[in-house]
Antibody
C-alpha cells in the first residue's frame, strides 16, 4: 500500500525558513517522480515543485522560484522541500504527491495527508 | 505559461442528473489533462488521466473527453457521494497548472 507521510510543518515568522519532509513507503521510491502541491485555506490547488525519480530534474512554480528547493534522498525514501524567505502568502497545507513515472511532468496518483505551514508574526 | 480555465466555478444539481464540467487551456496541450475530486476535508484523488482514461477503482459514471484546448469531465448520474470540488490539471510540461476548481453540490 502506497503511503506518503509529511512532517515539518508549523508556525514560522515572515522571512523565516522551514523544511518539509515526506516519507514514502509501499513502492520503489527512486522509480517515481514526486511533487509538492499546496492549498491555502478555502482555496484551490497550486503546484509548487517537482523532482524526477533520479533527482536530476527539478522544476518550480514562479511563485516559489529562488526561495524553495526540492530534493530527495532515495536511500531513505524521503522527499524534502526547503522553504526560505517565507511570506504570508505561503501559508497553506502542503501535500507531497507521487507521479506514476520516473520522469517529471505527469499527474499525481497518490497524495499524502498534508502538512500545515503558517507564516505569521 | 499555459493557463487552465475551469467552468462553472460552482453548480447545484439533483441526484441522477448529468453534470458536465469544462476546462479550457490557453494553448494546445494534446491530451495531457487529469481530473481530481476533493471531498470536503479530504485529500484530492485522481479520477481521470490522459483526458479520458479512468483511474483504477473510479466509478464508471465518471468520464472525460477532449483534446487540444477543451476538456470535459462528465458525471452521468450524480450521486450524493459526488459532492466535492473537482479540479483539472495539465501535465504536458512544467508548470503543472491546476484549474480553479468546480464545487458540485446537491
Amino acid at each position: 500500500e502506497v503511503q506518503l507521510l509529511e512532517s515539518g510543518g508549523g508556525l514560522v515568522q515572515p522571512g523565516g525558513s522551514l523544511r518539509l519532509s515526506c516519507e514514502a513507503s509501499g513502492f520503489t521510491f527512486s522509480s517515481y517522480a514526486m511533487s509538492w502541491v499546496r492549498q491555502a485555506a478555502g482555496k484551490g490547488l497550486e503546484w509548487v515543485s517537482e523532482i524526477s525519480g533520479s533527482g536530476d530534474s527539478r522544476y518550480y512554480a514562479d511563485s516559489v522560484k529562488g526561495r524553495f528547493t526540492i530534493s530527495r534522498d532515495n536511500s531513505k525514501n524521503t522527499l524534502f522541500l526547503q522553504m526560505n524567505s517565507l511570506r504570508a502568502e505561503d501559508t497553506a497545507v502542503y501535500y507531497c504527491a507521487k507521479e506514476p513515472t520516473p520522469t517529471a511532468g505527469f499527474y499525481f496518483d497518490y497524495w499524502g495527508q498534508g502538512s500545515l505551514v503558517t507564516v505569521s508574526s | 505559461d499555459i493557463q487552465m480555465t475551469q467552468s462553472p466555478s460552482s453548480l447545484s444539481a439533483s441526484v441522477g442528473d448529468r453534470v458536465t464540467i469544462t476546462c479550457r487551456a490557453s494553448q494546445g496541450i494534446s491530451n495531457y489533462v487529469a481530473w481530481y475530486q476533493q471531498k470536503p476535508g479530504k485529500v484530492p484523488k485522481v479520477l481521470i488521466y490522459a483526458a479520458s482514461t479512468l483511474h483504477s477503482g473510479v466509478p464508471s459514471r465518471f468520464s472525460g473527453s477532449g483534446s487540444g484546448t477543451e476538456f470535459t469531465l462528465t458525471i452521468s448520474s450524480l450521486q450524493p457521494e459526488d459532492v466535492a470540488t473537482y479540479y483539472c490539471q495539465k501535465y504536458d510540461s512544467a508548470p503543472l497548472t491546476f484549474g480553479g476548481g468546480t464545487k458540485v453540490e446537491i
